[in-house]
């Protein structure tokens, strides 16, 4: 006797929509996860980045590996922040970057040398006006605070304008992880 006729028929329905649901669900987890950018993404904000729009990944160039560590970076657990490559590092004790990407800077830039991580905030609006989470403050300089940060919306910073900002913005995905590595106390290496 086949096992269709030993069950009854809404076990059938029910076993249908039980592997549709899975069905739907795998496919839309495979689907988000090609929407978003990578923490190691090699890819660079493009300098036309415009408020509310996330640039993503550049079409027309080719995938290459993420940057390495900044040679003169200093050693041991800490961040990296390149002002010339617009590129943070997420380094561990043993000196491998745990992750990379780029950032877009604010209109101020720290000097280069080596900070500590002083204060956290969830959230708080920035000196833009944009909603933003995952503060890591590290730094001053003639008024201006250094701080990690993304945009909640995962948008970019307007380009320069004429206010002075020392917001070091990146994408969403980003600034989660650089906010589980910067605990109070983490070395933050400023380079060139």
Known sequence: MPVSARLPSWAWVSGLTAGAIVAVAVLAVQADRGSHPTATSATRPSASASKGADPGPEKSAPTAAPAAVPADS??????????????????????????????????VSPDPGTYTVSLRRDATTGSDGVKIEHIVYFGAKSGVNFAFSNALDGSSPPPASETRTGGIRMRVADGSALWTFGSTGTKVRVVE
Not at 77 to 83: E, H, K, N, T
Not at 87 to 107: C, E, I
């Open 74 to 107: 200093g050693t041991g657990r800490r961040i990296v922040y390149s002002l010339s490559q617009k590129r943070v590092w997420l380094v561990d004790a043993s000196d491998a970057s745990r992750s990379t990407f780029a950032v877009w800077p604010g209109t």
